[in-house]
């Protein structure tokens, strides 16, 4: 296995080199669903980066309390700071989600968030992640997914793809990433038991958004998908 990659020279730029390069679309697809998401009440957020999402769930839900996992302590120190006065209702662990296991004395989630944060996951990595927090998580369970996409049409072969490979290049040499293509995080969570909700795009499908719900017997598994 390889090395997780390392953001920590990242932390203080995150917000900067964001910006530079998408301008405010992945803030506004990381909150696609944060309206849905009010009821939550143990929260498990995985690789949020300097926690804007983080910051923005604390505020928008006054009683969800977050387990906030990431390989850079740095990340997690600025996702700390992000959350001001909200601060008490956050605990973090920092660790390889490759290898962490979700501690079975807690509460299962009732919500998981990965926000551009699968793509530095191969498609076996997601479907062992994916197994180990369905077990974790209540029946009734969200998982709200943001990443990038390479859609099947003359866009996605001549500017999706190159734009998705130069960025696996550029954090390469930058953090050390050894993934070099997006996953099949879609049918990972499938095989481990959710049920895509609705599914939005942006940027002609370069950048998606999902709600996806633990399975729920006799439900309709067809999701509502819009493109903004």
């Not at 099949?184 to 959710?194: E, I, N, Q, V």
């Amino acid at each position: 296995m390889n090395k997780p990659p390392n953001f920590n020279r990242l932390a203080r730029l995150y917000l900067w080199m964001e910006l530079l390069s998408f301008g405010l679309w992945l803030s506004l697809t990381r909150q696609t669903f944060l309206p849905r998401l009010g009821q939550a009440r143990r929260a498990l957020v995985l690789g949020d980066g300097d926690g804007r999402f983080s910051a923005k769930l604390l505020c928008a839900n006054s009683q969800v309390r977050i387990t906030a996992v990431d390989a850079s302590s740095a990340m997690l120190a600025a996702l700390t700071r992000r959350a001001g006065r909200h601060h008490s209702r956050v605990e973090t662990q920092k660790a390889d989600i490759r290898t962490w296991f979700p501690p079975a004395a807690l509460e299962p989630y009732d919500l998981i968030a990965t926000h551009f944060f699968l793509d530095c996951l191969t498609t076996p990595e997601v479907q062992s992640l994916a197994s180990r927090l369905r077990s974790a998580s209540t029946p009734n369970a969200l998982w709200v997914v943001s990443d990038f996409a390479v859609p099947d049409s003359a866009f996605g072969r001549f500017l999706a793809f190159p734009i998705v490979t130069s960025l696996y290049l550029s954090f390469a040499v930058l953090t050390g990433l050894a993934v070099r293509r997006l996953p099949d995080h879609a049918t990972a969570l499938t095989g481990a038991g959710f049920t895509l909700l609705k599914r939005r795009s942006r940027l002609a499908g370069l950048l998606i958004a999902e709600l996806w719900s633990a399975s729920v017997p006799g439900s309709d598994p067809s999701p509502a998908s819009s493109a903004l």
